[in-house]
């Protein structure tokens, strides 16, 4: 099995693969392919001409471009336009999107409810619009924010929001302190000192998901914690995303004990190293 993207973070993800499967006792093994979007087609070739390969977990930056390279998409990667899990059976590359599920477990078993909230999505990639998936059918409002106003009305456009829309970064100090929940799917903090705006803007009216998981205490986290604010990290998500991709690879359910462990070993040797 391949990890294709250009996230440094990858590493982390790819032990908790490899626990799944040696804790199945299959004869596999994970590879990290550090690859940027100029190499992403040759990789997926290879991917393609390789009996051996299950498939692949692709990260960001990758995740939207890659749809356009495979053989057929599963539904919701086909409603969302993004893909980070792919199959390789029969010679045929099937894309999935494991992304949009895990967000919507990671903020169940957080205990918030998105119903009737205003929610600032930073970011309109691939993991954005999973999320913006899951939430536009309970959220009030939801502003979707980049770097890239195109690629935030395109998002916003293919998957309609209630309310809300495409805004540019100059309206983060509004927009900041009228929202509930705030979403970083960006790369922004994963520097450990990086963020999108003054974290003096928030309250402890706010519930800030963060869907990095490497450093685990993300800037953003940090400062939403000091000024009272519930916050967690992308640790569960990438969890519950990578239950179901292992399923979708080998046919059969991951082994749940065993991931959560590994994640929790490798959080804890980074935490004191």
Request: aromatic share 6%.
């Amino acid at each position: 099995m391949l990890l294709l993207g250009d996230d440094p973070a990858m590493e982390l993800a790819a032990g908790l693969y490899q626990a799944a499967f040696d804790a199945m006792g299959a004869d596999a093994a994970c590879e990290a392919w550090r690859v940027g979007a100029n190499q992403l087609a040759d990789a997926v070739g290879r991917l393609r001409s390789s009996r051996q390969v299950l498939g692949a977990a692709v990260s960001m930056p990758d995740t939207v471009f890659v749809a356009r390279l495979l053989d057929g998409l599963g539904p919701e990667a086909q409603t969302i336009g993004a893909v980070n899990t792919v199959s390789h059976k029969a010679g045929a590359l099937i894309g999935w999107n494991t992304d949009r599920a895990a967000f919507g477990q990671a903020i169940e078993e957080a205990g918030y409810s998105p119903k009737g909230r205003s929610v600032l999505v930073l970011g309109a990639g691939g993991a954005a619009r999973a999320c913006v998936d899951v939430l536009r059918p309970s959220a009030a409002r939801i502003w979707v924010t980049s770097p890239d106003l195109d690629q935030a009305r395109a998002l916003c456009r293919e998957l309609p929001v209630p309310a809300g829309g495409p805004t540019p970064l100059g309206s983060l100090a509004l927009l900041v302190k009228k929202v509930d929940l705030i979403v970083n799917a960006t790369p922004v903090g994963s520097d450990g000192h990086s963020v999108l705006f003054p974290v003096e803007w928030l309250t402890p009216a706010h519930f800030v998901f963060d869907l990095i998981y490497q450093p685990a205490l993300t800037p953003l986290i940090r400062g939403a914690r000091e000024h009272g604010a519930r916050a967690i990290n992308g640790l569960s998500m990438l969890l519950f995303q990578a239950l179901a991709a292992f399923e979708i690879w080998m046919g059969q359910p991951a082994p749940e004990a065993a991931m959560r462990a590994s994640l929790e070993r490798a959080v804890l040797d980074r935490l004191s190293s």
